[in-house]
T-cell receptor
């Protein structure tokens, strides 16, 4: 079972920031928070991941609360091509034992 | 360059047939996976191989048999196909520090 809780759907205006929340209250100390997205029926695409510090890359920013029980993915300037299902996943990241368990995700609709 | 590739992209076949899906990754990763996405869009892990050794088998019917000839390839063979096997199958690979990379998917339709 997925260990995260996300809203089922969200809307965002094009050009505005999209803030996608995720709750992971049972996260373990060695587990990372990963964000992936799936555009239509393509393969899931990696966005960003973090352990406890906030992270930023060319796609997005990840804000993790101090207690690590929740996080927020921020797409700073959403475009129509960002319309997708966004998955928040916690995993140890170890190739031998870690695995990605996908929940329902959040369907983000970016509107013109 | 394609990091994780799958063939075929589409596969339409009849019940009872046997079919295979191939996966190759050129990332040098040691671990590869098969995921299944059903009509309800849930992505579920099926198998994981690390350096040609099976490490995860998520209660998948034994009609499904993964085969890893080398660490860059993980093929999925399905015997006696059933209607419920219709889904999109994704291959993925990962490196030791984490980070999973997915293929484009194979849409299997069983009629």
């Amino acid at each position: 079972d997925a260990k995260t809780t996300q809203p089922t759907s969200m809307d965002c205006a094009e050009g505005r920031a999209a803030n996608l929340p995720c709750n992971h209250s049972t996260i373990s100390g060695n587990e990372y928070v990963y964000w992936y997205r799936q555009i239509h029926s393509q393969g899931p695409q990696y966005i960003i991941h973090g352990l406890k510090n906030n992270e930023t890359n060319e796609m997005a920013s990840l804000i993790i609360t101090e207690d690590r029980k929740s996080s927020t993915l921020i797409l700073p300037h959403a475009t129509l091509r960002d319309t997708a299902v966004y998955y928040c996943i916690v995993s140890s990241g170890s190739s031998n034992t870690g695995k990605l368990i996908f929940g329902q995700g959040t369907t983000l609709q970016v509107k013109p | 360059d394609t990091a994780v590739s799958q063939t075929p992209k589409y596969l339409v076949t009849q019940m009872g047939n046997d079919k295979s899906i191939k996966c190759e990754q050129n990332l040098g990763h040691d671990t590869m996976y098969w995921y299944k996405q059903d009509s309800k869009k849930f992505l579920k892990i099926m198998f994981s191989y690390n350096n040609k050794e099976l490490i995860i088998n998520e209660t998948v019917p034994n009609r499904f048999s993964p085969k890893s000839p080398d660490k860059a390839h993980l093929n999925l063979h399905i015997n006696s196909l059933e209607l419920g096997d219709s889904a999109v199958y994704f291959c993925a690979s990962s490196h030791p520090a984490g980070g999973w990379y997915f293929g484009p998917g194979t849409r299997l339709t069983v009629t």
